[in-house]
């Protein structure tokens, strides 16, 4: 019997670690500044299927066409991360400098960093989710972060947790982090985005 959860384990897990190695080629497909938002969206969605206990070729596909389905939000992509770049820009600068002031802007940056962290995850799960119509998403992002305030803190412990394991083990970070991010995000978030309007790949699904 032991033997058995252990042979399901390793299976789970490496089911897992494919979704990671998906994550990062759909991350590169866009160069990642372009695809930010379609491979997390994308994550989320097989992630879910693979929880529902889907088999491996559903999984893929649920991917791949969530993937596809938020290829148009090239924009929203672009914006976070150029946003991350200035955010990291700044903490580096902030970093060689010393005193009150500097102190001051170094923590409001990380506030600033915690906020677009929040707003880039729950856009996705929003986008995948529930896809609101027009440009809702910010609204409903934004509105979700700060009501769900006790699950926003648990996903930035989370990243915090994540940076450690990149410090510690880029290897390890690579094959583990997506999976987990994505495993959170489906306990932490989903439940509170999902059943307001259909998910951008079904909506993909339906028009086929």
Not at 97 to 112: D, M, N, R
Request: proline share 3%; hydrophobic share 55%.
């Amino acid at each position: 019997m032991k033997q058995n959860q252990i042979i399901a384990f390793v299976q789970w897990l490496y089911r897992g670690i494919m979704l990671s190695l998906h994550f990062w080629i759909a991350l590169l497909r866009g160069a990642v500044i372009y695809s930010l938002v379609p491979a997390m969206g994308a994550l989320f969605a097989s992630t879910a299927a693979m929880l529902e206990k889907k088999e491996d070729e559903e999984v893929r596909r649920s991917f791949w066409s969530t993937y596809r389905s938020l290829k148009s939000h090239k924009g929203l992509s672009f914006f976070f991360s150029l946003t991350f770049i200035l955010i990291v820009t700044l903490l580096f600068y902030l970093n060689r400098e010393s005193g009150s002031f500097a102190l001051l802007s170094t923590i409001i940056v990380f506030y600033l960093l915690g906020v677009a962290l929040l707003l880039l995850v729950y856009s996705a799960a929003v986008l995948t989710f529930s896809n609101p119509p027009g440009q809702r998403v910010w609204i409903y992002s934004f509105v979700l972060a700060f009501r769900n305030l006790p699950r926003s803190i648990l996903l930035l412990l989370l990243v915090w947790i994540l940076t450690a394991l990149l410090m510690f083990n880029m290897v390890l970070f690579i094959v583990l982090a997506p999976f987990a991010a994505g495993l959170s995000t489906q306990l932490l978030i989903s439940g509170v985005v999902k059943g307001q309007f259909q998910p951008a790949h079904k909506q993909a699904a339906a028009g086929k």
